[in-house]
């Protein structure tokens, strides 16, 4: 089967049980958990059977292809989760010239959401402002005499309210990193309704970085103020972006 769906209700061991079955299958291109409590052993098998799966889709496909990781209302672990997907998955039995060409093979796409506004703590928001952060990644890098990273790397982030400290974080992954490409806020909202320093930080994130392609900010209650300051971030000589959408703000 092409997608994995993780439910609340089954016990620790039925849930390995489903991933140990989907590992064997060798499908999924996308794996989504819902409402769960991800506690440190089912967060393991996780991101073991992620890699697993990068790995598969690596060696059976000569076009770009994209893995999708959906985490819906969870709780626990979902910071570890977040910073090593996002970060990349450093398999260490890869090494050499497939070790680093793995862009070229597979995206990845990460979906945070959650109806409840303090559902994603700080703890998510700056395990994934640091996964973005090049800087953060080639130190790790070089203690560990890993070849860099270059995987390319999706976002969507579903969060109804996105505070000035969430977005700081955030932010400073987003203007250092070297392979976000799609960063997708829709629903998000930037409060209050005005410039301030939420909508700053994010623009100032934007005005810096140098890789993203596409940028979605799509009913976010955006005032005209602030459509301003994300357009004249944009407005950068060695801004990548291609395609931009602000539908349905004010």
Request: charged share 25%; proline share 3%; with cysteine.
């Amino acid at each position: 089967m092409a997608e994995v769906h993780l439910h609340p209700g089954d016990n620790v061991e039925s849930l390995l049980e489903d991933l140990c079955a989907a590992e064997e299958e060798d499908q999924a291109v996308k794996l989504t958990l819902y409402n769960l409590d991800v506690g440190a052993t089912l967060a393991a098998q996780i991101l073991a059977f992620v890699r697993t799966r990068l790995h598969s889709i690596r060696r059976r496909h000569s076009t770009p292809k994209v893995f999708t990781l959906e985490i819906l209302g969870c709780t626990g672990c979902v910071d570890r989760i977040v910073e090593i997907f996002a970060n990349g998955l450093y398999d260490s039995k890869t090494t050499g010239s497939d070790a680093t060409s793995r862009v070229e093979i597979v995206e990845r796409e990460l979906i945070l959401q959650h109806s409840n506004p303090n559902h994603f703590d700080a703890a998510v928001f700056v395990a994934l402002g640091m996964a973005l952060d090049c800087r953060a990644t080639r130190t790790a890098h070089q203690e560990s005499c890993r070849p860099p990273l270059r995987d390319l790397v999706r976002l969507r982030l579903y969060q109804p309210v996105l505070s000035e400290g969430k977005l700081w974080t955030l932010a400073q992954g987003i203007q250092h990193s070297q392979h976000l490409t799609e960063l997708d806020l829709s629903s998000c909202r930037f409060t209050p309704m005005h410039i301030n320093r939420a909508t700053q930080y994010l623009a100032d994130g934007l005005h810096r970085n140098q890789c993203l392609k596409h940028l979605k900010l799509d009913d976010c209650n955006l005032v005209d103020d602030q459509i301003v300051c994300f357009l004249e971030a944009l407005q950068n000589t060695s801004s990548k972006i291609e395609t931009l959408s602000l539908a349905k703000n004010k």
